[in-house]
């Protein structure tokens, strides 16, 4: 009995900073295993804001160009004095810090909403845990989606394909939601929720995917709204 309880005790051992950023990349799953006792969100919530913020940052100083040629295509009748301070408006750079400040209230918030709904689907598919337990699963799983965005961004940069930031189709919103960083998001959670919530894989790969198909459906349907607007 005494040698089972070492066992325990020095699987949900502390993990330092390094060896959660090891296992991040090597194996989640000691991660998950801490989770149980010991469910961090702080410091993986900071990370996915700074990323965010980033982000929002970059892509609005790579769309402003674009941006402003678009509206001087779309509006040729608009008179001068007006599109000068249109234009001056979009270069302000209070507009990316606002922009930024947004983007900071949006990744709490996709954070902490969205596990209110993963515990939900959990809940309802049988599973029994702690909403700070999905919590900090969640929040891991959001950092790979939150690298991924500054990815494509460089891969808009060096495509030049600044279209599909500004008018994004049904092929850019499919391809945003199958990229490797997503695939790679999704393995997280439904790995995170098995072992958090003693479900079996197969049930933690339905809520996921449900989760999945809405966001997508949701962004397939951003993109027709665009086109048609």
Known sequence: ??????????????????????????????????????PTWLLKTLAIVALSVIGIIISKNLIMGPTIDMMIQQSPDMPKE??????ALVKSPVMVWIAALVGLITSIGAVFLGSVIY???????GGK??????????????????????VNLA???????????????????????VDVFVIWQVLL?????????????RKTAIIVAIMWAIVTGISLATASMNRLF
């Open 129 to 150: 845990t702690k909403y700070m337990k999905i919590v900090a699963v969640y929040s891991l799983a959001y950092i790979p989606y939150a690298i991924g965005t500054l």
């Open 189 to 201: 959670l439904v790995f995170g929720f098995a072992k958090i919530s003693n479900l079996k894989l």
């Open 1 to 38: 009995m005494e040698i089972n309880n070492n066992v325990e005790i020095a699987e949900v051992k502390k993990l330092t900073i390094l060896e959660r950023f090891k296992y991040f990349f090597t194996n989640p799953n000691m991660l998950f295993q801490e989770y149980n006792e010991r």
């Open 82 to 87: 007006q599109m000068d301070m249109t234009i």
């Open 155 to 177: 891969f808009v940069y060096y495509t030049n394909n600044f279209d599909s930031m500004l008018q994004p189709g049904f092929s850019d919103a499919i391809f945003q939601r």
């Open 119 to 125: 515990y939900g689907l959990i809940s309802l598919f």
